[in-house]
């Protein structure tokens, strides 16, 4: 996986992925910490809709909100709470299955098995710049 992110003069960023703009939308983009709750719950959600979908469930409305607190030393979001709101009632067979459908997502696995990260920075690099 490849993303880009292109920042101008004021601090506004664009993100692309495969040639494509991805981000930002009209107006200014949100802080990343937003993007990334935002993404987490995004990858909740479809697992929960993956889920629902195979179980001829309905889906359509289905709701994620994330919410995480904030700490510092190090900076970085805290107590991650992800309420996945159905839309329609299920039967309640469904609701522990689902939410291990749910603990599947990418994104939470990534933070409950963290990858190495490392940031490198480069001079200036023509051939990287598009």
């Known amino acids: 996986m490849h993303v880009e992110v292109r920042f101008d003069a004021e ?13 930002p939308g009209p107006g200014p983009l949100p802080a990343p910490p937003v993007l990334f709750l935002g993404s987490l719950a995004a990858c909740a959600g479809l697992f929960a809709v993956n889920y629902m979908k195979a179980r001829g469930l309905p889906c359509d409305g289905l ?12 900076r970085r979001l805290v107590d991650v709470r992800l309420h996945v709101l159905l839309p329609h009632p299920i039967e309640e067979r469904h609701i522990a299955p689902l939410r291990r459908s749910v603990d599947l997502c990418t994104l939470k696995n990534s933070l409950t098995h ?14 990287l710049a598009r």
């Open 11 to 23: 601090g506004n960023y664009a993100i692309t992925h495969e040639g494509r703009v991805i981000a």
């Open 114 to 127: 963290p990858p190495a990260i490392v940031a490198q920075v480069e001079a200036f690099a023509p051939a």
């Open 63 to 74: 709701n994620v909100v994330g919410e995480a607190g904030h700490a510092d030393d190090p």
